[in-house]
């Protein structure tokens, strides 16, 4: 077993090391530019939605108040008659200002990392081989980078060439953790 407190060094490296690759993959080669579709008359849809000032948030339309109500024939006219849907509304303001949103980026990667040597740590001793550490940190990595992206395929009718894109994202993330924990592996 090796203490979380020795892994220091690999946790805010393989943190680090996602963060630019992240950074990469979103800004230099564009992979997820198709991963939203556009609604038509963007600006007549974002005119009406304005009129209701919804606070940021998710949301779901239409939404049963209780498994009674979506039984009922009201709550089953009305999802028929559609749109049905799943929206989240963010604050407006300049999409280019993600500050926020990067810095906690940053900490869900060094909480990711973390959870990564809890796991290589619980399950590893010292001296372990290069390519076993990177075959536990990887696996426990790319566990916490991609598998909750198949819910959203699933369950909230994202499409699956999106969701591949962020699992093969989540993929080079947790090969890259691996790399860093069995690099600096104590």
């Not at 077993?1 to 230099?28: E, K, Q, Y």
């Not at 038509?40 to 919804?54: H, K």
Request: with cysteine; proline share 7%.
């Amino acid at each position: 077993m090796v203490s979380i407190l020795s892994l220091w060094a690999p946790i805010l490296l393989a943190a680090g090391l996602v963060f630019v690759a992240s950074s990469v993959i979103h800004m230099a080669f564009n992979w997820h530019r198709n991963d939203f579709r556009p609604v038509p008359d963007e600006d007549g849809f974002m005119d009406a939605l304005r009129g209701f000032g919804i606070p940021p948030g998710n949301y779901l339309i239409p939404r049963p108040e209780s498994t009674e109500v979506m039984k009922s024939a009201e709550f089953q006219a009305k999802a028929k008659r559609g749109p049905c849907l799943f929206m989240t509304v963010l604050s407006p303001g300049d999409p280019s200002a993600m500050g926020r949103q990067l810095a906690h980026w940053f900490v869900y990667c060094v909480a990711a990392s973390g959870l990564t040597a809890f796991v290589a740590g619980l399950a590893l001793a010292p001296g372990t081989e290069y390519l076993t550490v990177f075959g536990v940190a990887s696996t426990a990595a790319f566990m916490g980078y991609s598998l909750a992206h198949a819910q959203d395929a699933i369950w909230m009718s994202q499409g699956w060439p999106a969701t591949v894109r962020s699992m093969v994202d989540g993929l080079i993330y947790g090969l890259l953790t691996g790399g860093a924990f069995g690099w600096l592996w104590p």
